[in-house]
């Protein structure tokens, strides 16, 4: 059973760093692609950031990228969400998720299979 867990998470002033981290057991995960989402209360759930397990690939959305950094250590099976220059926009409840395959589509969580129980961001002003 694919289990994912996140940790992390915390208060953070504005411009401040965390790095998440995203431990996964239960398969290996070569040929997935694993993602980050973020959802505040009352507001859509967002893509933050994606890569493929196997190759490294990455993506990001607009509003992230140059701050925020999304790796993957193979050995350890545990994905990570480095967060630099943090900003109150980014506060939110962070979940990671995977999805079996790498082809388009990585930034719709509808097509993530596996996912996190997330971790809290909150950044102050």
């Known amino acids: 059973q694919v289990q994912l867990v996140e940790s992390g998470g915390g208060l953070m002033q504005a411009g401040g760093s965390l790095r998440l981290s995203c431990a996964a057991s239960?398969?290996?995960?070569?040929?997935?692609?694993m993602g980050w989402f973020r959802q505040d209360p009352g507001k859509e759930r967002e893509f933050v950031a994606a890569?493929?397990?196997?190759?490294?690939?990455?993506y990001y959305v607009d509003s992230v990228k140059g701050r925020f950094t999304i790796s993957r250590d193979k050995d350890k099976n545990t994905m990570y969400l480095q967060m630099n220059s943090l900003k109150p926009e980014d506060s939110a409840v962070y979940h990671c998720?995977?999805?079996?395959?790498?082809?388009?589509?990585?930034?719709?969580?509808?097509?993530?299979?596996?996912w996190g129980q997330g971790t809290q961001v909150n950044v102050s002003s």
């Open positions: 239960g398969r290996t995960f070569s040929g997935y692609t």
């Open positions: 998720a995977a999805r079996r395959g790498t082809g388009m589509g990585w930034s719709h969580g509808r097509v993530y299979e596996y």
């Open positions: 890569i493929t397990w196997s190759g490294g690939s990455t």
